[in-house]
């Protein structure tokens, strides 16, 4: 089986946002990048799969140089091989792109992805993905076993899970718990050195959106606490300071 | 839309949020690391919260040896990460080895230690010394936990002056004969494989391989100490041991052999006692910001910045010495006395640090919440073992002097 997981290079969760270049871009200085959280589910789902029955994992990501770590760290977890397409991930549309013109040179059985990126939470890329292939494309996944061509899923929906199978190739969005993060161990990390990692050029730039501004959230102000007597102060307040009546 | 349950507000692994520790790079040392140094320091920290943050202090408690982490040490590579490939080890160079020892004395002194005897005081030793076949029998099978390994040097007699050794072994024809005992060895009592060190009819030292069960070998645990409590201390007793000739170390004479392997675990140490320093000033920084006295942070007062700024200056201090001593280490020219100065200002600058965190902790610094003082006591064995403080200076004193004042 020929599994090609798409991963993210996005800022650490803890990390403090702030932006540049007139509030168009982020502020990259002093941020540590990790894959993205979702993506590192699917990608240690994918390793699974390959132990227990063979056949190859592709890292994909859309990224310029500096996401090589974050590559390279895929390749120490057990993934064979890597492609890097050059070019800065500017939105969903552009991403599905790239990976739909690389899955159609390749043909994957299976096509892993987290069910959203940690940045921009689009959670848009493996629907596209799936439309551009003309295969079925399922998120978020909760569960995943393949039986011969089938792949036997739970997806989480609102109030409930459905169990679903779907026939090979497919493209998947995965959650927790379809698979615990693995951590790179050392000799992992030091054959990684020598797995290849191939970077292509991306297909056609066609930008259909554009960040004109970011913004941050307002901060959260201080707790004011009103006794339940004084009920009228509480709607004045909300009124004139919340603005909310 | 479903929601997933990650939660991203504390921290990427959920599972980890009660372990936050963060490593301080005051001077951008990371500049001076490879994006391959930085993966391994980050996965064996990811190990360290996941697997021994959240079990050691009850272990330490109860002075039990978290024995199901050997295998899981073999797993992520940390035993013997500088032996090549093909013996099973990690084929990585010193400062890879050097960020190991960090990230896991960051989470005990007592797991470093394990990891440390397994990977300087027995692998090494082996791999350096040992015959190809020793290699191939010994090696794959230390390196993946599979077994575990201790070093026989020390005696109830014989600390800082290991040359004046009682233990012996006398050529008996088709083997040798293993008389005398060892004392204050780290990991003895569940040891599969020991390297012993025993003097020969010519009175040279000489190094030989016993394996548990062989007749006349015991490991009598070592009981009640206040220090190192997750970790497994014992004694070794030999009683007329029949060693096999093929168990002697070919490739070594002389105390040369043992001082080498303690090099290779000192070097360890050094970056070791830095983790525990880190861990204890990360703790004692956050517990500073949110403790509130006096209507404010107790971070506020000028005596608490002190103590931080301190802490801060004698850790950065630290980094730069191990990560040049690590340096050097890789080119081959680092020496034992660079070792004895780095094993003893970072184990020394762990200690005092772990003193005045335990301070800005208050009462909460005494109990089982926080680990300062747990690395605390564990690190005055840390100060003791491979070397004692004060013989670290003696070398150096020799060193500066070129008068030995140790004889």
Not at chain 1, 103 to 123: C, H, P, V, W
Request: negative net charge; glycine residues 8%.
């Amino acid at each position: 089986m020929k599994i090609l997981v798409c991963i993210t290079h996005v800022p650490d969760t803890t990390t403090k946002i702030s932006f540049t270049d007139n509030n168009t871009k982020l502020n990259k200085a002093g941020v540590q990048f990790i894959t993205g959280p979702y993506d590192d589910y699917a990608l240690s789902r994918a390793i699974e799969l390959k132990e227990a029955s063979g056949g190859t994992v592709t890292v994909l990501n859309v990224g310029l140089a500096e996401t090589e770590p974050t590559i390279r760290k895929a390749l120490a977890v057990g993934a064979d091989d890597a492609i890097r397409v050059n070019a800065e991930p500017t939105d969903a549309f552009f991403v599905a792109t790239q990976i739909a013109s690389i899955a159609k040179q390749n043909t994957y059985d299976l096509i892993l992805m987290g069910r959203e990126s940690i940045d921009f939470n689009s959670g848009q890329v493996h629907g596209l993905v799936g439309e551009m292939l003309g295969i079925p494309s399922v998120s978020p996944v909760m569960k995943l076993d393949i039986e011969g061509t089938t792949a036997k899923l739970s997806r989480e929906i609102e109030g409930g899970k459905e169990q679903l199978e779907v026939s090979l190739p497919l493209v998947a969005g995965c959650q927790e718990p379809i698979a615990e993060w693995k951590i790179p161990n050392m000799r992992g990390i030091m054959t990684a050195r020598t797995k290849p990692l191939k970077v292509v050029e991306p297909t056609g730039k066609e930008e259909l959106t554009t960040v004109t501004k970011y913004e941050l959230p307002a901060p959260k102000g201080a707790c004011k606490m009103i006794p339940a007597e004084e009920a009228e102060k509480l709607i004045t307040l909300l009124r004139t300071e919340a603005k909310v009546l | 839309m479903a929601t997933s349950t990650l939660d991203t507000s504390v921290s990427a692994n959920k599972k980890q949020a009660n372990d936050v520790f963060e490593s301080p790079d005051f001077y951008q040392i990371d500049d001076l690391l490879t994006e391959e140094h930085k993966l391994i320091r980050s996965s064996i920290r990811s190990f360290v919260k996941k697997e021994i943050s959240p079990i050691i202090e009850d272990y330490a408690q109860r002075a039990a040896f978290p024995q199901h982490l050997v295998k899981k040490f073999g797993e992520i590579g940390a035993f013997g990460p500088t032996i090549p490939a093909e013996y099973g080890g990690g084929g990585l160079d010193y400062i890879a080895y050097g960020l190991i020892m960090q990230e896991i004395e960051r989470g005990d002194s007592g797991m470093r230690s394990t990891a440390s005897v397994q990977g300087s005081l027995v692998m090494y030793p082996i791999y350096a010394f040992g015959s190809e076949e020793q290699r191939k029998k010994y090696l794959p099978k230390l390196a993946s936990g599979e077994w575990l390994g201790c070093f026989g040097l020390t005696e109830p007699d014989f600390g800082s002056n290991p040359a004046g050794m009682l233990t012996t072994i006398k050529d008996a024809g088709d083997y040798y004969l293993l008389n005398g005992s060892k004392m204050w060895i780290s990991n003895s009592p569940m040891a599969d494989v020991a390297v012993v060190w025993a003097k020969n009819e010519d009175g040279r030292i000489r190094g030989v391989i016993v394996e548990r069960g062989m007749e006349g070998f015991s490991t009598p645990e070592i009981h009640n100490k206040w220090s190192l409590r997750a970790s497994c201390t014992g004694e070794l007793v030999f009683d007329n041991v029949k060693i096999p000739k093929a168990n002697l170390l070919p490739n070594i004479d002389g105390l040369k052999g043992p001082l080498k392997c303690l090099d290779s675990a000192r070097y360890g140490i050094a970056w070791g006692a830095l983790g525990a320093a880190m861990d204890c000033y990360d703790s004692a920084r956050r517990y500073a910001m949110e403790r509130i006295q006096f209507d404010k942070p107790i971070a506020s007062f000028q005596l608490i910045q002190k103590k931080l700024a301190e802490m801060l200056t004698e850790i950065t201090k630290a980094q730069l010495v191990c990560w040049r001593l690590g340096m050097l280490k890789n080119e081959g020219k680092a020496t034992t006395t660079q070792i004895s100065l780095a094993k003893r200002n970072n184990v020394e600058m762990a200690l005092h640090i772990a003193r005045e965190a335990r301070q800005i902790h208050g009462g909460m610094g005494i109990t089982g919440e926080y680990s300062i003082m747990r690395h605390m006591m564990n690190l005055e064995s840390v100060i003791t073992y491979e070397g004692t403080h004060d013989i670290h200076l003696l070398i150096l004193g020799n060193e500066i002097t070129g008068i030995p004042a140790f004889k």
